[in-house]
């Protein structure tokens, strides 16, 4: 029950995403699948799922179960064939139970008289759950689910048994990991391989490389479209990784340092008509006794050009916090103060921009970006006064913008969507740094990105630091806390617990961890 592909090439205009690309996924295995952001990992997964359909010149062959086809024509021909996904964003409604989203994709059992028979569906569902070693019960509510429980009912569900087991020929893992805490992560994995022990072949698409070391029996790296390698996982070493995954142009992994010469954030500002964040005598961001949602009595402060980040288990408000400052979510008590102002008790996100306040929110894609609208639109939004009819200032701006945050391909025109996940992001974050914030949140930041394009990010948070941009970072990685942040505060029941600080050896990801998960 294996599955294969050869020469498999797909083109959009100015860009060539997958060049002859020739893969064999075999039974039992879990095949990583790896790249920089733009290599063309989501492209060939959408090959292999009918999304998009490759070059025919080129020879196209899929093959499975020795039945060979050119392509798959739509999603429903991938599947029919035994292609199942499991995508980044498991594909859940938070305010129906278990049961339900199974039913959702399954059906619903029926009576005789057309009535929904619950007891069959809540059976059939704590069945389906008991299959796959999940002790979940089939009522409860999806929203109540940890990130590695969403993504394992996703999974049960992709998979079915049975009848439907038996015509599953692939699992496709598509950055279903990237949401799962480092804490969770392990109970998650240990599903994979069950899986895998079944006799499925497992395509796993993700950027954890310690994962990828602990789990996967074979790995492929690609890098602008082309397949650079391919082997047993281990004839090849994480730095090895890396460095086939980086792009010829690109900096070495850990070479995040300070830019040299005149900064390109100073350029921006210039052309988006902003300045630096002036120097304020003071707490640029002071927190008293805020309270709201799982907040309580919140207190903290910061200072200009400081990077400072957040942890704490679901519940402690660290969800909630960005949130509040960005003016998504009302503050019931408390007062915040930007720069000695006193911010308005009924904030909203206008209000959080107008007072220079940028949130990059953690669900890129239905609060970061517009899909359908182009990367200069995305990009320019914010400021759209600034640009109104000066097409050569707009010009000059995107080629900047794009070039400063290495957004690739640097297609102005190119829809949102078309773009992969961490180019999104660091147009996501491009987008609200060229707009000089006085403090910057950004929520989960390197959220389903490749460690190249994470070094672009952090590199970016280090400059904006360095111009006087205040920055808090919300982040389920403790290791990229401990590399990035000054300081890191841990929340527990809405409130601050512990300070950990690069000043008095305490930020460590060992103690940030110990500190969030204790």
């Not at 004839?235 to 792009?247: F, G, N, V, W």
Request: charged fraction near 25%; hydrophobic fraction near 40%; include cysteine.
């Amino acid at each position: 029950m294996a599955i294969s592909v050869k020469n498999i090439t797909v083109t959009f205009p100015g860009v060539v995403a997958l060049d002859r690309v020739s893969l064999d996924f075999l039974p039992g295995r879990v095949h990583a699948v790896l790249g920089a952001n733009g290599s063309g990992k989501s492209t060939l997964v959408k090959v292999l799922t009918g999304v998009y359909q490759p070059d025919p010149s080129a020879g196209a062959q899929i093959t499975i179960d020795e039945k060979t086809i050119e392509r798959f024509d739509n999603p429903t021909v991938s599947k029919e064939a035994g292609v199942s996904v499991v995508h980044q964003e498991a594909p859940l409604i938070n305010v129906l139970s278990v049961a339900e989203n199974v039913a959702l994709f399954k059906g619903y059992p029926k009576r005789p008289h057309g009535a929904i028979d619950w007891r069959a569906l809540y059976s059939q569902t704590e069945s389906l759950l008991r299959f796959y070693g999940l002790d979940i019960d089939a009522r409860r509510m999806v929203h109540s689910l940890s990130a590695s429980e969403r993504g394992m009912v996703a999974m049960a569900i992709a998979l079915g048994k049975d009848d439907d087991l038996k015509r599953t020929k692939a699992l496709i893992l598509d950055e279903a990991d990237a949401s799962i805490p480092e804490a969770e992560a392990e109970r998650f994995l240990r599903h994979v391989k069950g899986i895998a022990k079944l006799g499925i072949p497992v395509i796993m698409v993700t950027h954890r490389l310690k994962e990828v070391k602990t789990i996967c029996d074979d790995v492929t790296i690609l890098n602008d479209g082309r397949q650079v390698f391919s082997g047993p996982i281990g004839s090849i070493s994480e730095q090895e990784i890396i460095s086939k995954m980086l792009r010829q142009d690109q900096p070495a992994p850990g070479d995040a340092g300070q830019p040299s010469g005149e900064s390109t954030l100073q350029e921006l500002w210039a052309l988006c008509g902003r300045t630096a964040p002036p120097a304020y005598d003071g707490p640029v961001l002071r927190v008293d006794r805020l309270t709201a949602a799982n907040l309580n009595g919140l207190s903290f402060q910061m200072e200009r050009g400081e990077v400072v980040g957040f942890v704490g288990i679901p519940d402690s408000g660290v969800n909630e916090l960005p949130m509040v400052l960005g003016g998504d979510i009302p503050r019931e008590s408390g007062d915040i103060l930007l720069a000695g102002k006193p911010l308005p008790k009924r904030m909203t996100p206008r209000k959080a921009i107008q007072s220079g306040i940028m949130l990059q929110p953690t669900d890129r894609f239905r609060q970061g970006g517009v899909m359908s609208a182009s990367l200069r639109d995305n990009m320019l939004l914010p400021n759209e006064r600034r640009f109104w009819h000066k097409r050569r200032r707009v010009k000059e701006t995107m080629e900047k913008a794009v070039s400063a945050f290495d957004v690739r391909p640097q297609i102005a025109a190119m829809p949102f969507g078309k773009f992969s996940g961490g180019n999104q992001q660091k147009a996501i974050i491009g987008k609200w740094l060229q707009l000089c914030p006085t403090l910057f949140v950004m929520d989960d930041p390197t959220y389903g990105v490749d460690p190249a394009a994470r070094q672009k990010i952090f590199s970016s948070i280090r400059e904006a630091s360095g111009q006087g941009v205040s920055i808090i970072v919300f982040s389920t990685e403790p290791e990229q806390l401990a590399y990035i942040c000054t300081r890191v505060l841990v929340l527990r029941a809405g409130q601050i617990v512990q300070e950990l600080s690069q000043k008095d050896g305490t930020l460590t990801r060992e103690s940030i961890a110990r500190w969030c998960y204790a």
